[in-house]
């Protein structure tokens, strides 16, 4: 069955670099997506890759896909307090309207 | 700032109400989600509607009723609601929702609700 897994928390010194890993079962993702999540707040898209690319940089954030282990992680770069916050992986799959199957999410921690 | 609008951002309302949520987008998009959240937990599929139509009902229970008057706009009328309703509604929207051709969601600030 479709399952994406990520550990539950990362803490990290300012200014160190994060990287948030997930695992996902289904070979028939389209998209992987990352979306940030503050207190209070929605979810904001960060970035997204299609499954046949191996990785994609916009600033401070790569995403790297390795399909063959079924492997997707996010690294931020120079990490801010500003990017404490909760991290959801999530893939879309060929032909199910739409639907996306989140991780249980990554609590990012971010110390001065 | 968010192109996905929600209102309210708060509602509380006790088990014998009747509420709606409101979702708008000005994105040109054709599909539309509701989804709940509990707090630090992954946002759970309610309801797809695409082209207007609804395409997916994730066995939502029927005190949970969506509309979408048109492509803009989403409703999820409320009705009879149990505590464990409490929860955070995010509307979300994407151009298309079919095929190879998915493509991303686009999240509002969500309603936080509350009942009695």
């Known amino acids: 069955g479709e399952d994406v897994e990520q550990s539950l928390f990362l803490s990290v010194r300012e200014g160190d670099s994060s990287v948030i890993n997930c695992t996902y079962t289904d070979s028939s993702s389209t998209y992987l997506y990352w979306y940030k999540q503050e207190p209070g707040a929605g979810l904001q898209l960060l970035t997204y890759i299609f499954s046949n690319m191996d990785m994609k940089q916009d600033q401070r954030l790569t995403v790297l896909l390795n399909k063959k282990d079924k492997h997707l992680s996010l690294r931020i770069a120079d990490t801010q307090t500003g990017d404490s916050a909760i991290y959801f992986c999530?893939?879309?799959?060929?032909?199910?309207?739409?639907?996306?199957?989140f991780g249980q999410g990554t609590e990012l921690s971010v110390k001065p | 700032d968010t192109e996905v609008t929600q209102t309210p951002k708060h509602l509380v309302m006790g088990m014998t109400n009747k509420k709606s949520l409101k979702c708008e987008q000005h994105?040109?998009?054709?599909?539309m989600y509701w989804y709940k959240q509990k707090a630090k937990k992954p946002p759970e599929l309610m309801f797809v509607y695409s082209y207007e139509k609804l395409s997916i009902n994730e066995s939502v229970p029927s005190r949970f009723s969506p509309e979408c008057p048109n492509s803009s706009l989403l409703n999820l009328h409320l009705h009879a609601l149990q505590p464990e309703d409490s929860a955070l509604y995010l509307c979300?929207?994407?151009?298309?929702?079919?095929?190879?051709?998915?493509?991303?969601?686009?999240f509002g600030d969500g309603t936080r609700l509350s009942i009695l």
């Open positions: 979300a929207s994407s151009q298309g929702v079919g095929g190879a051709g998915n493509q991303p969601q686009h």
């Open positions: 994105m040109g998009h054709r599909a």
């Open positions: 999530a893939e879309s799959l060929y032909n199910q309207g739409g639907k996306l199957i």
